[in-house]
């Protein structure tokens, strides 16, 4: 077993028997799918977030205070520690590239997207919804889709600065596009995948 991304490889001992990672960009639906898959199989779900929350806590540092002097090592504080815990514990990982940091040692590793018209629809409608307290509100769908390209290019180049991997899907074992798939829809599709999978956990 081993990561996908050099900096992480070497010789690690995995005592958890259970780890799904969910990649996918903005307002492609990771945290949602994250949380059911985790509900479906009892064990607990994670994203990059709940990482970056916690070097900012050791640095005694708000998230916001962090996010304006994150830097590259940050982010590979951040992809260490979702290796550190998807080797450890049971559990659910969602961010952007945790299938690529955790590798083959994830049992099942997906990639979630939706056209950048649908997934900013998403956004625009949590920011009225204040569910992203944290992200600055946009003025139009325009301006929130123009973010989310941009977000997904700056997030790309970094990975290839600081990883020199490619945005390719050759890794994973699932593609979904739920660009016109209900919650449901979804839902159901992903469950079938987890029954075929992991037959014993869902008994």
Known sequence: ????????????????????????????????????????????????????????????MTVEELGKV?????????????????????CVIEARIPSRVLGTYSDLRIY?????????????KDQEEGKRENEEKSESLEEVKERIRKRDEENWRRYKDYYGIENTKDIYDVLIDNTEMTIDEQQEQVRKILERKFPEQLE
């Open 1 to 60: 077993m081993e990561s996908f991304i050099e900096e992480f490889q070497g010789d690690h001992e995995k005592t958890s028997e259970l780890v799904v990672t969910v990649d996918g960009p903005s307002g492609a639906g990771t945290g949602t799918l994250a949380s059911f898959i985790a509900e479906e199989l009892g064990i607990n779900c994670y994203s990059a977030g709940d990482f970056f929350r916690g070097i900012a806590a050791d640095r005694d």
């Open 70 to 90: 994150a830097d590259k090592q940050t982010d590979l504080k951040v992809d260490r520690r979702t290796l550190e815990k998807g080797l450890s514990e049971n």
């Open 112 to 124: 979630l997207t939706a056209d950048l018209e649908e997934r900013a629809k998403r956004v625009s």
